[in-house]
């Protein structure tokens, strides 16, 4: 153990050699203890929140621990799993994220020798501290704690005023103190309270006199704790000089202390001046936080390689792990439609019908189950395998489906394909839509409307009145008049033939033969509550595929019965004389001669009662088959 008390003699007999010895320990308690030949990196796990682009924070030093200022994306090379191809990255921005500083005064009788200036250790360690608060850096947005062994002076104040304020009117007890590590210990445990910046540092500044055995054995077990956090150790032993020689127990262990956590270890034995604090906090003030485009494109766990290098001088390099999960995007279709229903229509009285609707609006909806969104590269849709619609650009959410090719009734796939910035890309489920296109019933006087047939009629009737007129002309025109007393143009008698007038044939009149609307091959005759048929109301069926319901835009043959659902049941015409009914699902059901009619259907004789909820129908042929007529036979009895 030293002695706690000055040696006069020594300071008389061997002065001389004693400043050299005071110099000699000063240079070497005063070099951090994290020198290095090389410059260290610490790198955080990417944050993937703004995917594809991944963030993560730099902390980089020289061997000589000062921080590497400035850092230059042509610096740095980012490997992703190994990859041969660096990336740069698309920013570096320098951030001052604060920092904890918890002074951790440990007091005891030591503090009280003298020192320079006529001062006690204490006095001159306290007024370093003051000096260091009255010229810190303003608007540093640190925190300051206090501690004095089990005693919480100041706690989380982001105040340096009140920090200063508690270190003046900071006066323990020092004669009756006993030196231990509560101060050290209890900072510690300030150290893994949530600071409202994660990025912090923590700074630990203990001011400590030379403690016993039994605690001297303790600091291994705080130093291993101290890296465990992430807290820097800075040291500040009042002790005499030859205190490394004579307490190498404690001097190592303190210094173990430092290099595990990043600090340094000061030895104050009063004829020398302690360190500007400021010189050590600058080098751990800052940060760099790197931004960079990934080329990850699959989920997993992936690897991030960092290098720092100057030109052909590699400065550092560190490596870290990180999970990303990266997911194809999810489209899905909004409101799809069952049915489409294309009927004749015209606008004006004078223009043709025509088929409508022209198209159909679709729109989709974008999920990202990975919880990385990000932009579409392209949008497509997809009608029974053929693109009908693409968007490469905004909106990638609206199609349109042009439906005037649709001239016939069918069934038809419908189908969305998205692709996002990444290349991944996905479809939606197969969607079937059914298009009923209405059968137009022609007549002669329909071909009269179109422009071309007006056009070909009014040629016709200008040149026939063309024809007319000559001919009215050449019958008015007078007839040359023959000379009687010219003897080349009179009558030779005897010679003149008798002229016979024959009567024109009666004119027949032509008869006009009117087209007639072929009769339908089916039909459903309505009946009354009495089951007797409803003169002229009746359902013609004249397509192979016949839907009902009460809903216009899903049934192509509208009851309007409150117990008929919107679409309620099919009629297909599977061969002549061949039809199937099936129900779709509804609500007051499908019944044929008062036997319910499930969704796989039932064939349809002649003269069937059908009810469609409580609407009756009677089903009738055009041309039924004749009945069947019964064939008896008689049996003999057999001896």
């Given at each position: 153990m030293c002695s706690h008390h000055p040696d006069d003699r020594l300071k008389q007999n061997a002065r001389p050699g004693l400043i050299l010895l005071l110099v000699l320990c000063a240079a070497a308690s005063a070099a951090p203890v994290t020198a290095q030949?090389?410059?260290?990196?610490?790198?955080?796990?990417?944050?993937?929140?703004?995917?594809?682009q991944l963030t993560f924070i730099l902390d980089l030093h020289d061997s000589g621990g000062n921080f590497i200022s400035p850092l230059?994306?042509?610096?740095?090379?980012?490997?992703?799993?190994?990859?041969?191809?660096?990336?740069?990255?698309?920013?570096?921005?320098?951030?001052?994220?604060?920092?904890?500083?918890?002074?951790?005064?440990?007091p005891g009788i030591t503090m009280l020798y003298p020192a320079t200036g006529g001062q006690t250790r204490f006095q001159v360690l306290r007024g370093a501290l003051q000096t260091w608060a009255g010229s810190r850096p303003a608007g540093t947005p640190d925190t300051f704690d206090f501690l004095s062994g089990e005693q919480v002076i100041l706690s989380s104040s982001d105040q340096p005023e009140n920090w200063l304020l508690a270190l003046q009117d900071y006066s323990p007890?020092?004669?009756?103190?006993?030196?231990?590590?509560?101060?050290?210990?209890?900072?510690?445990?300030?150290?893994?309270d949530p600071l409202p910046n994660p990025l912090s540092k923590r700074v630990i500044l203990w001011i400590t006199p030379?403690?016993?055995?039994?605690?001297?054995?303790?600091i291994p077990s705080l130093a291993e704790r101290a890296a465990q956090i992430g807290v820097k150790v800075v040291v500040w032993l009042a002790a005499s000089a030859p205190t490394p020689q004579n307490e190498p127990v404690l001097w190592e262990n303190l210094n173990n202390l430092a290099a595990l956590t990043g600090g340094e270890v000061f030895l104050f034995h009063g004829e020398n001046t302690p360190p500007d604090l400021e010189s050590f906090l600058s080098r751990h003030r800052y940060l760099y936080q790197a931004a960079y485009t990934t080329r990850i494109r699959t989920s997993g766990s992936h690897t991030l390689q960092v290098m720092i290098r100057r030109g052909e001088l590699e400065l550092a390099r560190q490596e870290t792990s990180f999970d990303l999960k990266v997911m194809p995007p999810n489209p899905f279709l909004l409101s799809p439609v069952a049915s489409i229903n294309r009927t004749w229509t015209k606008e004006t009285r004078d223009q043709p019908s025509v088929l409508q609707p022209d198209d159909c609006s679709m729109k989709i909806m974008v999920e990202f189950p990975d919880g990385h969104t990000r932009s579409l590269k392209s949008s497509r849709l997809l009608v029974d395998g053929f693109v009908v619609d693409e968007?490469?650009?905004k909106p990638f959410d609206t199609f349109t489906w042009n439906l005037t090719g649709l001239t016939s009734t069918g069934t038809h796939r419908i189908q969305v394909e998205v692709e996002d910035e990444l290349g991944l890309t996905a479809s939606t489920i197969e969607t079937l839509v059914d298009v009923n296109v209405e059968v137009r019933i022609t007549h002669w006087w329909?071909?009269?409307?179109?422009?071309d047939v007006q056009l070909t009629i009014l040629v016709i009737l200008v040149a026939a009145a063309g024809l007319a007129g000559i001919i009215l002309l050449a019958r008015r025109r007078p007839r040359r008049k023959v000379k009687l007393h010219d003897p080349l143009t009179q009558p030779v008698p005897g010679l003149e033939k008798p002229v016979h007038r024959v009567k024109p044939a009666a004119a027949h009149p032509t008869r006009n033969v009117r087209a007639g609307i072929t009769p339908p091959a089916a039909q459903l005759q309505r009946l009354d509550e009495s089951g007797h048929p409803l003169v002229g109301d009746v359902i013609e069926i004249r397509r192979r595929e016949t839907t009902f319901g009460s809903d216009p835009d899903q049934a192509m043959v509208v009851i309007p019965s409150p117990s008929v659902?919107?679409?309620?049941?099919?009629?297909?015409?599977?061969?002549?004389?061949?039809?199937?009914?099936?129900d779709a699902e509804s609500v007051a059901g499908t019944w044929v001669n008062y036997a319910p009619v499930s969704k796989l259907g039932v064939r349809l004789l002649h003269g069937d009662l059908v009810h469609f909820g409580r609407a009756s129908y009677r089903f009738l042929l055009a041309h039924p088959s004749p009945p069947v007529e019964p064939q008896v036979s008689t049996t003999r009895d057999v001896e």
């Open positions: 030949d090389a410059g260290s990196l610490v790198i955080t796990p990417p944050d993937s929140s703004d995917f594809p230059l994306p042509s610096h740095v090379e980012i490997h992703e799993d190994d990859s041969p191809t660096p990336i740069k990255p698309d920013s570096i921005a320098r951030l001052e994220p604060g920092m904890q500083i918890m002074l951790a005064f440990n007890d020092l004669m009756a103190s006993t030196p231990s590590l509560a101060s050290l210990t209890r900072a510690l445990d300030f150290a893994t030379v403690l016993p055995q039994p605690a001297i054995q303790a968007n490469f650009e329909d071909s009269l409307t179109k422009p659902n919107p679409l309620h049941a099919r009629l297909v015409q599977l061969h002549e004389n061949d039809y199937l009914l099936a």
